[in-house]
T-cell receptor, first 111, second 109 residues
Framework: NAGVMQNPRHLVRRRGQEARLRCSPMKGHSHVYWYRQLPEEGLKFMVYLQKENIIDESGMPKERFSAEFPKEGPSILRIQQVVRGDSAAYFC?????????FGQGTRLTVV | QKEVEQNSGPLSVPEGAIASLNCTYSDRGSQSFFWYRQYSGKSPELIMSIYSNGDKEDGRFTAQLNKASQYVSLLIRDSQPSDSATYLCAVILGNQFYFGTGTSLTVIP
């Protein structure tokens, strides 16, 4: 049973470009969480999704950020018109219902 | 008040000693509690979960939960240099996992 898969592991974008981060949950897991982590800081909740539904997006900025978890395929975190302040590690975690397991993260650098 | 609070440390213990990590949470409705370990530059790894009052042991790790005091702790016995990492306490509240900012542990050989 493969773990939570995130890709790409590293992503460099110029200011104003779009970033797409992908997360494939563990088999049998229907819950996905996205977190952002800045260096030397804690994990900040962004969004919680179940298949085809956004359950809680209270931690996600209202502008430029969106997330989806379609019936088929990975969960996608999309950041439009990236700015330098978006540079961070983005982690997704999947859960069958309670315990959550993290992917290896995508490190986004905006230049 | 933050939902989950941890002493950021750093906490240093000699090899072979017991490391004690503490966490408090604000909402009495919380039912599920977790400890994650995060090595520098890596992703968090689930090491313990606890749901009822008392102790839960797994190898060298013991999680302790006291719901009356809203307190969760993690004890690491016979600490090893490989235990040096940041330890994150997490609590489920509503639809979210709330994480503390983590306690940095260094085990000195």
């Amino acid at each position: 049973n493969a773990g939570v898969m995130q890709n790409p592991r590293h992503l460099v974008r110029r200011r104003g470009q779009e970033a797409r981060l992908r997360c494939s949950p563990m088999k049998g897991h229907s819950h996905v969480y996205w977190y952002r982590q800045l260096p030397e800081e804690g994990l900040k909740f962004m969004v919680y999704l179940q298949k085809e539904n956004i359950i809680d997006e209270s931690g996600m900025p209202k502008e430029r950020f969106s997330a989806e978890f379609p019936k088929e395929g990975p969960s996608i975190l999309r950041i439009q018109q990236v700015v330098r302040g978006d540079s961070a590690a983005y982690f997704c975690a999947s859960s069958p219902g309670v315990e959550a397991f993290f992917g290896q993260g995508t490190r986004l650098t905006v230049v | 008040q933050k939902e989950v609070e941890q002493n950021s440390g750093p906490l240093s213990v000699p090899e072979g000693a017991i490391a004690s990590l503490n966490c408090t949470y604000s909402d009495r409705g919380s039912q599920s509690f977790f400890w994650y370990r995060q090595y520098s530059g890596k992703s968090p790894e689930l090491i313990m979960s606890i749901y009822s009052n008392g102790d839960k042991e797994d190898g060298r790790f013991t999680a302790q939960l006291n719901k009356a005091s809203q307190y969760v702790s993690l004890l690491i016995r016979d600490s090893q240099p490989s235990d040096s990492a940041t330890y994150l306490c997490a609590v489920i509240l509503g639809n979210q996992f709330y994480f503390g900012t983590g306690t940095s542990l260094t085990v000195i050989p």
